[in-house]
């Protein structure tokens, strides 16, 4: 990525016996690493986690057991330091203190060693910045919801620019695993089951970090949410056609279209070799096929789990000398592998210098990307000459309610005194009650690292950093009357709590019905890292509560709304025929109430699109929408496990008409390009949009493949009586899957493109013969199916 004239900038050596930056001569980074010493470069290829405990609630898994070296500070960063591990995120902090503190950590790190070379500084950012008061936004199940890249993006430059502010370099997101089972408990982190969304949104993600001045990291490379029967860290059966298939695009197109700099390895292990000790994965495929030139860090204590959990490590030297053989360059989340075992290792031979000097030379790179080497680099954040930080900020939660409300879906939305249940008319206003577990909780609207969550509830004596309304505050704050009944927690509700909130859905004209998860961390809540499921029913008594719920409301004539606020999609299929409209959101971030109020009193019309499917029953799983013809419904079992809402479903108050589907060719070659088109009308009373989704189906592949694929899709703003063309372009390196050689090829024959609202509804389906011969393909193929969006008055083609 950087030119070797480039590397010669600002890099020093010690010269005259002091350490001053001013009186060094200018070296090369390959000069650099020959002037070092093997702790100097063994001190850059690992990070400390400062503010770390080692008792009490857990932040990644094992931390107690794993606590890493054990030396002080003073000695940790004596010949120098590679990474800071969460300044802001790890216990609750005034952002100016952490900031003033980590202006200390890093004079002290410069001062202390020969080179001066400050450390890198990382946070988690998934949801927003992990910090003690900094905006919670939706997660990114919820911006899958959306399919809208660019608002992602612009989200993604905020977030930078304030990490950027307060002196952090590097951003631990966006995840880009493609969701498989939807047991598993990181699902919330994903954006969704199907590999061109993932890739898409991730890589607008990217863009706006990388946008910014923040190295953003791919995680988790590859396979971890394939893990056996949804179980965080379980091995993954997954063949190589799956994971080229599946798992890997969305890494392929966040650094060829995003332009991320760094990786993070998986946990799991793929047929038995682990992540972090496949030289194929992270240097065969990764470096030399792909070319990628960044950085690959370690998930966290991954390198150590080689040994501790995997056991292909005698101890943490073979651990420290597999993952850097197999390109891991940084130990994070502190020094344990990469600090003395490693050393020893080099010390005896047994590991090549060479490949410390290779990890060194990217770490060095992209430290001087970030300005860390430049003669004039203030260790004092930016936000210290301001005195003053506000990171949440309206702008902030303006943004974070567009996307909770662009998130939201509606599922259904039945008939209701001969009306549609929603939105609610002003009359429904009137007697309100809202009920559920989640009913008063704000912790209904974070994931698992949004901070409050993350890290927030184990410090109970803490106010959270950031205002985050209830769906009950929200409504009572809006409509002043207003009866809740807040039955228990997600897990645990009793038969009192349940006949109270039947009773005051007995006697309001409409209730609103809240239900779903609370995310945590490993056994704290029913969603996050390491919350897996074991089916997909309503986590705790939440089932049973809204059955009689309904029925209550049944009796009563009331008005019914069941809105799910979870980390996963949970098995519905026993109430969709009895309430009036259910609503699905994903944790939606500080500003979900609000905009859930906004969706169901019509001042935002729903747009949502399902990034997951949501089941019909809690078992029948693991399956996504993508899968093959035997893995769906057949005669030859008796289980059926098609979805109740299938992957790109939601409602809208309006309706929309597709009408003058083209295509530009009924044949073209293996190397060509066709374009697919058609019009678009917004033929109800109310502004809306729509999502065209374009599918591929492949019926006859020298390999058996899924049924259709997501290709390409184009969000359609319209307003009442207005038209738009949407046409896709359609490159035939998009129909290409892994052959029966192992390699990504397109092949000859008849494909079928669909246009749909769903992947269970189509508009219009084309009929496409590609000719020629089979063609092989790699990482330089189109990706990307470009879409335009061209406002029209209406439809002139006689053919609509």
């Given at each position: 990525?950087?030119?070797?004239?480039?590397?010669?900038?600002?890099?020093?050596?010690?010269?005259?016996?002091?350490?001053?930056?001013?009186?060094?001569?200018?070296?090369?980074?390959?000069?650099?690493?020959?002037?070092?010493?093997?702790?100097?470069?063994?001190?850059?290829?690992?990070?400390?986690?400062?503010?770390?405990?080692?008792?009490?609630?857990?932040?990644?898994?094992?931390?107690?057991?794993?606590?890493?070296?054990?030396?002080?500070?003073?000695?940790?960063?004596?010949?120098?330091?590679?990474?800071?591990?969460?300044?802001?995120?790890?216990?609750?902090l005034e952002p100016l203190e952490g900031a003033r503190r980590l202006a200390a950590a890093q004079e002290q790190i410069m001062a202390a060693s020969r080179f001066r070379i400050p450390a890198q500084v990382h946070e988690e950012c998934?949801?927003?910045?992990?910090?003690?008061?900094?905006?919670?936004?939706?997660?990114?199940?919820?911006?899958?919801?959306?399919?809208?890249?660019?608002?992602?993006?612009?989200?993604?430059?905020?977030?930078?620019?304030?990490?950027?502010?307060?002196?952090?370099?590097?951003?631990?997101?966006?995840?880009?695993?493609?969701?498989?089972?939807?047991?598993?408990?990181?699902?919330?982190?994903?954006?969704?089951?199907?590999?061109?969304?993932?890739?898409?949104?991730?890589?607008?993600?990217?863009?706006?970090?990388?946008?910014?001045?923040?190295?953003?990291?791919?995680?988790?490379?590859?396979?971890?949410?394939?893990?056996?029967?949804?179980?965080?860290?379980?091995?993954?059966?997954?063949?190589?056609?799956?994971?080229?298939?599946?798992?890997?695009?969305?890494?392929?197109?966040?650094?060829?279209?995003?332009?991320?700099?760094?990786?993070?390895?998986?946990?799991?292990?793929?047929?038995?070799?682990?992540?972090?000790?496949?030289?194929?994965?992270?240097?065969?495929?990764?470096?030399?096929?792909?070319?990628?030139?960044?950085?690959?860090?370690?998930?966290?204590?991954?390198?150590?789990?080689?040994?501790?959990?995997?056991?292909?490590?005698?101890?943490?030297?073979?651990?420290?000398?597999?993952?850097?053989?197999?390109?891991?360059?940084?130990?994070?989340?502190?020094?344990?592998?990469?600090?003395?075992?490693?050393?020893?290792?080099?010390?005896?031979?047994?590991?090549?210098?060479?490949?410390?000097?290779?990890?060194?030379?990217?770490?060095?790179?992209?430290?001087?990307?970030?300005?860390?080497?430049?003669?004039?680099?203030?260790?004092?954040?930016?936000?210290?000459?301001?005195?003053?930080?506000?990171?949440?900020?309206?702008?902030?939660?303006?943004?974070?309610?567009?996307?909770?409300?662009?998130?939201?879906?509606?599922?259904?939305?039945?008939?209701?005194?001969?009306?549609?249940?929603?939105?609610?008319?002003?009359?429904?206003?009137?007697?309100?009650?809202?009920?559920?577990?989640?009913?008063?909780?704000?912790?209904?609207?974070?994931?698992?690292?949004?901070?409050?969550?993350?890290?927030?509830?184990?410090?109970?004596?803490?106010?959270?950093?950031?205002?985050?309304?209830?769906?009950?505050?929200?409504?009572?704050?809006?409509?002043?009357?207003?009866?809740?009944?807040?039955?228990?927690?997600?897990?645990?509700?009793?038969?009192?709590?349940?006949?109270?909130?039947?009773?005051?859905?007995?006697?309001?004209?409409?209730?609103?019905?809240?239900?779903?998860?609370?995310?945590?961390?490993?056994?704290?809540?029913?969603?996050?890292?390491?919350?897996?499921?074991?089916?997909?029913?309503?986590?705790?008594?939440?089932?049973?509560?809204?059955?009689?719920?309904?029925?209550?409301?049944?009796?009563?004539?009331?008005?019914?709304?069941?809105v799910v606020l979870s980390g996963r999609p949970y098995a519905l299929g026993d109430f969709a025929d009895r309430a009036g409209a259910i609503v699905q959101g994903f944790f939606p971030g500080e500003e979900g109430a609000e905009a859930?109020?906004?969706?169901?009193?019509?001042?935002?019309?729903?747009?949502?699109?399902?990034?997951?499917?949501?089941?019909?029953?809690?078992?029948?799983?693991?399956?996504?929408?993508?899968?093959?013809?035997?893995?769906?419904?057949?005669?030859?079992?008796?289980?059926?496990?098609?979805?109740?809402?299938?992957?790109?479903?939601?409602?809208?108050?309006?309706?929309?008409?597709?009408?003058?589907?083209?295509?530009?060719?009924?044949?073209?070659?293996?190397?060509?390009?066709?374009?697919?088109?058609?019009?678009?009308?917004?033929?109800?009373?109310?502004?809306?949009?729509?999502?065209?989704?374009?599918?591929?189906?492949?019926?006859?592949?020298?390999?058996?493949?899924?049924?259709?694929?997501?290709?390409?899709?184009?969000?359609?703003?319209?307003?009442?009586?207005?038209?738009?063309?949407?046409?896709?372009?359609?490159?035939?390196?998009?129909?290409?899957?892994?052959?029966?050689?192992?390699?990504?090829?397109?092949?000859?024959?008849?494909?079928?493109?669909?246009?749909?609202?769903?992947?269970?509804?189509?508009?219009?389906?084309?009929?496409?013969?590609?000719?020629?011969?089979?063609?092989?393909?790699?990482?330089?193929?189109?990706?990307?199916?470009?879409?335009?969006?061209?406002?029209?008055?209406?439809?002139?083609?006689?053919?609509?």
């Amino acid at each position: 990525m950087t030119s070797g004239a480039a590397e010669k900038q600002a890099i020093t050596s010690p010269a005259a016996g002091n350490g001053s930056r001013d009186a060094v001569e200018r070296l090369s980074i390959d000069e650099l690493v020959r002037h070092m010493t093997l702790e100097e470069k063994l001190a850059q290829l690992a990070g400390v986690w400062v503010n770390a405990s080692t008792d009490g609630d857990s932040v990644a898994p094992l931390q107690n057991e794993m606590a890493g070296d054990a030396r002080s500070w003073e000695e940790m960063i004596a010949s120098g330091l590679g990474q800071i591990t969460r300044m802001y995120g790890t216990v609750p902090l005034e952002p100016l203190e952490g900031a003033r503190r980590l202006a200390a950590a890093q004079e002290q790190i410069m001062a202390a060693s020969r080179f001066r070379i400050p450390a890198q500084v990382h946070e988690e950012c998934l949801a927003g910045l992990a910090a003690w008061k900094a905006t919670a936004f939706p997660v990114p199940l919820a911006w899958g919801a959306t399919f809208n890249p660019p608002l992602i993006r612009r989200m993604a430059g905020l977030i930078g620019g304030q990490m950027r502010a307060l002196g952090v370099h590097q951003g631990l997101a966006p995840v880009l695993d493609v969701v498989r089972d939807l047991r598993w408990g990181r699902v919330e982190e994903t954006i969704g089951e199907d590999p061109y969304l993932v890739g898409t949104v991730a890589s607008a993600y990217v863009s706006g970090l990388e946008g910014s001045g923040i190295v953003a990291t791919l995680k988790h490379f590859v396979g971890y949410s394939a893990s056996r029967a949804g179980r965080n860290h379980a091995p993954v059966s997954m063949g190589p056609r799956e994971l080229a298939d599946v798992m890997l695009p969305p890494f392929e197109m966040a650094l060829k279209h995003g332009g991320a700099r760094s990786v993070m390895h998986a946990y799991t292990d793929t047929d038995g070799i682990p992540a972090a000790a496949n030289r194929a994965l992270l240097t065969s495929l990764l470096r030399d096929e792909w070319g990628f030139a960044g950085t690959v860090v370690a998930d966290y204590f991954g390198i150590a789990f080689l040994h501790v959990t995997h056991g292909v490590a005698a101890d943490s030297g073979d651990a420290a000398a597999l993952a850097l053989r197999a390109g891991v360059d940084v130990e994070l989340p502190t020094v344990n592998c990469y600090g003395t075992p490693l050393l020893e290792r080099v010390r005896s031979g047994e590991v090549s210098e060479a490949l410390v000097d290779t990890a060194l030379r990217r770490v060095l790179r992209q430290k001087q990307e970030a300005g860390l080497l430049a003669p004039d680099f203030d260790p004092a954040p930016p936000v210290l000459s301001a005195g003053a930080v506000d990171l949440d900020p309206a702008g902030n939660r303006a943004l974070a309610r567009e996307i909770a409300a662009q998130s939201l879906v509606l599922l259904t939305n039945g008939m209701h005194d001969g009306g549609a249940s929603l939105p609610l008319p002003v009359t429904a206003l009137a007697s309100l009650g809202v009920v559920g577990p989640l009913a008063e909780d704000p912790f209904a609207m974070l994931g698992c690292y949004s901070f409050d969550a993350h890290v927030g509830a184990s410090h109970p004596d803490v106010p959270m950093g950031v205002h985050v309304p209830t769906v009950a505050s929200a409504g009572r704050n809006r409509f002043g009357s207003l009866r809740s009944a807040a039955t228990g927690t997600c897990e645990a509700i009793t038969d009192e709590q349940i006949a109270e909130a039947c009773r005051t859905a007995a006697s309001v004209d409409t209730c609103v019905i809240v239900v779903g998860d609370n995310a945590g961390l490993f056994g704290r809540g029913t969603s996050g890292e390491g919350n897996d499921a074991a089916d997909l029913q309503l986590p705790g008594d939440q089932h049973r509560m809204l059955d009689q719920v309904l029925t209550a409301a049944e009796a009563a004539g009331t008005r019914t709304v069941v809105v799910v606020l979870s980390g996963r999609p949970y098995a519905l299929g026993d109430f969709a025929d009895r309430a009036g409209a259910i609503v699905q959101g994903f944790f939606p971030g500080e500003e979900g109430a609000e905009a859930l109020w906004d969706i169901l009193t019509g001042a935002v019309n729903p747009s949502g699109k399902l990034p997951v499917s949501v089941p019909r029953t809690s078992g029948g799983q693991p399956g996504t929408y993508l899968h093959s013809r035997l893995a769906g419904p057949s005669g030859v079992s008796a289980l059926d496990p098609s979805p109740l809402f299938s992957f790109g479903h939601g409602l809208s108050y309006t309706t929309f008409d597709f009408s003058c589907h083209s295509a530009s060719a009924d044949a073209m070659s293996t190397a060509d390009a066709v374009t697919v088109g058609c019009t678009v009308t917004n033929t109800g009373p109310v502004d809306g949009a729509e999502v065209v989704q374009l599918y591929l189906e492949d019926p006859v592949g020298e390999v058996v493949r899924p049924l259709r694929e997501l290709i390409g899709y184009a969000r359609v703003d319209l307003a009442a009586g207005a038209s738009a063309r949407v046409e896709f372009t359609v490159h035939a390196d998009r129909t290409s899957f892994t052959g029966v050689d192992l390699k990504r090829v397109v092949t000859p024959g008849l494909v079928k493109l669909h246009v749909s609202t769903s992947s269970s509804r189509d508009t219009h389906s084309h009929e496409l013969i590609l000719q020629g011969g089979r063609r092989v393909v790699g990482f330089d193929r189109d990706m990307l199916t470009p879409a335009t969006v061209a406002p029209l008055r209406a439809c002139t083609d006689p053919r609509g």
